[in-house]
């Protein structure tokens, strides 16, 4: 079994859809005949809205033949989910997974397109067009963003974006963009919420202008109890964004800053061999209630945009990102031999083996110049987008037995990636678009890993726990290119299709577990290479839209916890592959339905595990919404039904143990608008259903001590309440 590290561990880390569209058919058709009067038409969000590469102004280039979605603000706004995570959840091809509860979305799981556990190392996170850049295996603190900061969130699916934002993006890239004060009114808004496990939470926004100057402030902070014992929850945060446009172009100043305390409450553990299942007996309670993982980010980002011509836009920019972090981490109070847990347990300082303290120091610069072209050469309309990244990161981790002691290791990485991309999309006849795109990026990295035989914790019965790792030194140069086409036959239908080639470079922590307890690591693992190809078609129909699309990919060297050696690995090949369906459609002019579905496939090619299912992957989701204004803005109801398919459990690469059930949520929101107030009430899972998203299985039969039905799952909240009220001012 894993432990919770979280940057470690790998812990850390159609009947259904039928049955839902027909559920929602007929409460469609009731409140369609029950409606009294009509509301003034809303805009629907756009489907087919593209990806960016945002500048200081926003202007955007799409990637032709990519699968792309995009959620609204007003999306946002209305959904009875409030966590940025959560709202990911309802798109087709995007799985989420939950190991803290769900408060606020802290630490969640995001994967696109089937990649189970280390699903946050290939989906790639930017905030405003920057790569939020990650070297250990630390998921993206989606906490760390005030939702009431999100102008909205941009979904590319597949190996596209590699070539414009670089490695990490096998799976997709998520792109939140924030709110700027250009172009919009003076004014403010506060808002605070109450919910269920003593959940309290302020937010604010604020937009001035004046002449050319343009500031947008935001902050919130959040408290709450959690669902689970050790589940305690604090985030605050903040930040500001300035802007002075002139004619010429313009000037930015972006910054942030964040502080979060997370409690890590374990899993619950089921053994049947013992006759222990504390899923069933106490979902809410923790075999670790002193556990830890604490986390300080500020971030700053400032640049220009020049109009070097017409249809020709120079943007200088660069950026720093510093996160701070410290995770404890103590003995758990069950014994896993004998099934009893110990109820006077207490927080204690023992061996190596089961205390550990954490720390971590992270500072990120980046400097990414690039050339927008906006323009016609030889009659035919062409898009470019050419730029060179130049990211650096400097990794500090020292890790002792207790808080306060001299480290065991002290793990340091230095890491350069120096590239330079390219992506034109050319307009043939009107009706085509062709675009053609290419990254070359060079990454150094040097690596190192100093071991303290007089710390605390070295010995044990007279024999060293830790080896100190041998130091690494590496430079290498990858590839990625993208092909695309998208064909417009009418104003109904699209065609469109891609191929691409990426790549993801191995993280320090996947490194530092490359090699057996008790061996040197070397730090030298293969990067993982992936091409694909995808396909699809978007429909118009007068009041309804559809985008559909099938894909299928194929990795070399994909970087994986193998249960069998106990170790990170270059796996034989794999292979993801699937289809995904997202539609939208205007009932009436006050209600409005959004559906989904995705068949996702992720298999073992090759080797040992070769036909089996790749763990933490669902083949079905499904999701339907409906949106109903009641009564104009002053009366609206939400309403979301999410399904979730079985998936083999982390660490049951061999597919033998037990499957997670298939869950089932509904939530609802009731809200309005009144003068210059607002309010709502949110229902997350409305039938209390019992589910969990995660769970950690023994690797039977590989292993010391592993068992068949053996696993630690991580239950996520019953029915949860959320008032909210607020005021524009």
């Given at each position: 079994m894993t432990h919770d590290h979280p940057n470690g561990g790998r812990a850390a880390r159609a009947a259904g859809l039928a049955i839902l569209l027909g559920g929602t058919a007929m409460l469609l058709a009731g409140t369609a005949r029950a409606q009294q009067a009509t509301a003034p038409e809303t805009t629907l969000p756009d489907l087919y809205v593209t990806a960016t590469r945002l500048g200081g102004t926003g202007s955007a280039l799409g990637i032709t033949g990519a699968s792309t979605t995009v959620i609204t603000a007003e999306e946002i706004e209305r959904s009875p989910e409030q966590t940025i995570p959560g709202i990911l959840a309802r798109e087709p091809g995007i799985q989420v997974s939950n190991l803290y509860g769900g408060v606020n979305g802290a630490r969640a799981t995001v994967d696109i397109r089937g990649f189970g556990a280390t699903g946050a190392q290939n989906t790639l996170i930017l905030i405003d067009g920057r790569r939020v850049d990650l070297p250990d295996l630390q998921t993206f603190d989606w906490g760390s963003v005030p939702i009431n900061a999100v102008e909205r969130i941009e979904v590319t699916r597949g190996n596209s974006g590699g070539v414009l934002y670089g490695d990490g993006a096998v799976g997709g890239v998520i792109n939140i963009v924030t709110k700027k004060a250009t172009g919009r009114p003076n004014g403010a808004r506060a808002e605070v919420a109450w919910g269920s496990f003593d959940q309290v939470e302020g937010r604010g926004t604020a937009f001035a202008s004046s002449g050319p100057h343009a500031i947008a402030l935001y902050a919130n902070a959040v408290r709450s109890d959690g669902y689970r014992d050790n589940g305690r929850y604090h985030q605050t945060n903040a930040g500001a964004d300035y802007r002075y446009t002139r004619d010429w172009g313009s000037v930015y100043l972006n910054t942030t800053a964040s502080d979060q305390v997370l409690g890590l409450p374990a899993g619950r553990r089921v053994d049947p061999t013992l006759g222990l299942n504390q899923l069933a007996g106490d979902r809410r309670g923790t075999n670790t209630p002193w556990d830890f993982a604490n986390q300080q980010q500020a971030t700053a980002t400032t640049g220009m945009t020049y109009d070097?011509?017409?249809?020709?836009?120079?943007?200088?920019?660069?950026?720093?990102?510093?996160?701070?972090?410290?995770?404890?981490?103590?003995?758990?109070?069950?014994?896993?031999?004998?099934?009893?847990?110990?109820?006077?347990?207490?927080?204690?300082?023992?061996?190596?083996?089961?205390?550990?303290?954490?720390?971590?120091?992270?500072?990120?610069?980046?400097?990414?110049?690039?050339?927008?072209?906006?323009?016609?050469?030889?009659?035919?309309?062409?898009?470019?987008?050419?730029?060179?990244?130049?990211?650096?990161?400097?990794?500090?981790?020292?890790?002792?037995?207790?808080?306060?002691?001299?480290?065991?290791?002290?793990?340091?990485?230095d890491q350069t990636s120096l590239a330079a991309y390219t992506m034109n999309t050319v307009t043939l006849f009107s009706t085509t678009d062709v675009s053609v795109g290419g990254r070359v990026q060079r990454t150094s990295l040097s690596a190192r890993d100093a071991v303290n035989a007089a710390a605390p914790g070295y010995l044990y019965f007279g024999f060293p726990t830790v080896v100190q790792a041998n130091p690494l030194d590496d430079t290498q140069t990858n590839r990625a290119w993208h092909i695309g086409i998208e064909h417009r036959f009418n104003q109904q239908l699209t065609l469109f299709g891609r191929t691409a080639q990426s790549f993801r470079v191995p993280n320090v922590d996947e490194r530092i577990g490359s090699a057996p307890w008790g061996t040197p690591s070397n730090f030298a693992l293969k990067t993982q290479t992936s091409r694909d190809w995808e396909a699809g078609v978007k429909v118009t129909a007068?009041?309804?839209?559809?985008?559909?699309?099938?894909?299928?990919?194929?990795?070399?060297?994909?970087?994986?916890?193998?249960?069998?050696?106990?170790?990170?690995?270059?796996?034989?090949?794999?292979?993801?592959?699937?289809?995904?369906?997202?539609?939208?459609?205007?009932?009436?002019?006050?209600?409005?339905?959004?559906?989904?579905?995705?068949?996702?496939?992720?298999?073992?090619?090759?080797?040992?595990?070769?036909?089996?299912?790749?763990?933490?992957?669902?083949?079905?989701?499904?999701?339907?919404?409906?949106?109903?204004?009641?009564?104009?803005?002053?009366?609206?109801?939400?309403?979301?039904?999410?399904?979730?398919?079985?998936?083999?459990?982390?660490?049951?690469?061999?597919?033998?143990?037990?499957?997670?059930?298939?869950?089932?949520?509904?939530?609802?929101?009731?809200?309005?608008?009144?003068?210059?107030?607002?309010?709502?009430?949110?229902?997350?899972?409305?039938?209390?259903?019992?589910?969990f998203d995660y769970a950690v299985a023994s690797p039977y039969p590989d292993g010391f001590g592993s068992k068949y039905g053996v696993y630690n799952a991580y239950p996520q909240p019953g029915r949860t309440f959320v008032l909210r009220v607020g005021a524009n001012f």
């Open positions: 070097m011509t017409p249809g020709a836009e120079l943007i200088l920019d660069g950026g720093v990102r510093v996160r701070k972090q410290q995770a404890a981490y103590f003995p758990s109070c069950l014994d896993t031999f004998t099934g009893v847990f110990d109820t006077g347990c207490r927080r204690q300082i023992g061996s190596a083996y089961d205390t550990s303290y954490f720390e971590s120091s992270l500072v990120t610069s980046s400097v990414t110049p690039r050339l927008k072209v906006d323009t016609t050469v030889f009659g035919l309309p062409l898009k470019s987008l050419t730029g060179v990244d130049v990211y650096h990161t400097d990794y500090s981790s020292p890790r002792a037995l207790m808080e306060g002691a001299a480290p065991l290791h002290q793990y340091d990485l007068g009041p309804m839209a559809l985008q559909w699309s099938i894909y299928d990919m194929y990795l070399n060297d994909e970087i994986f916890y193998s249960p069998f050696t106990t170790t990170n690995v270059n796996l034989d090949p794999t292979r993801r592959y699937g289809s995904e369906a997202l539609a939208t459609m205007r009932v009436s002019d006050t209600v409005r339905l959004k559906g989904s579905y995705a068949y996702t496939r992720a298999v073992f090619r090759e080797g040992v595990y070769a036909g089996n299912d790749v763990p933490l992957v669902a083949r079905n989701t499904a999701g339907v919404g409906v949106v109903w204004n009641i009564l104009d803005n002053r009366l609206v109801f939400t309403g979301d039904v999410r399904f979730v398919g079985s998936r083999r459990m982390d660490n049951d690469s061999r597919n033998l143990q037990p499957m997670t059930p298939t869950y089932t949520i509904l939530d609802a929101k009731i809200a309005g608008e009144w003068d210059r107030y607002f309010w709502s009430v949110a229902v997350q899972n409305l039938l209390n259903a019992d589910y």
